[in-house]
């Protein structure tokens, strides 16, 4: 994920200031590995930047654990992830 995060446009154009968010990205190093991974530090929760790569997995992985209406799905997800 790491490798994808590095890759993303939309991570990309965040970074460079050239869309406006109100997410507080962060970079983050995982225990015992090299790899670091951003993160937004805004809510009370932190949050990976998920890359558009896994976006799609990830919605349906929760969504499956849940077996709830989309809505229910997508705040999930909001929860979970940015």
Do not use: Y
Request: glycine share 2%.
């Amino acid at each position: 994920m790491a490798e994808d995060q590095q890759k993303d446009s939309q991570l990309q154009d965040i970074l460079a200031g050239s869309c406006s968010t109100s997410l507080v990205l962060q970079t983050l190093p995982m225990e015992q590995s090299p790899v670091t991974l951003r993160f937004d530090m805004l809510k009370d929760s932190i949050r990976p930047f998920i890359p558009e790569f896994f976006r799609r997995k990830i919605f349906s992985n929760l969504h499956a654990l849940s077996h709830s209406e989309i809505r229910a799905s997508l705040e999930l997800v909001a929860e979970r992830c940015v």
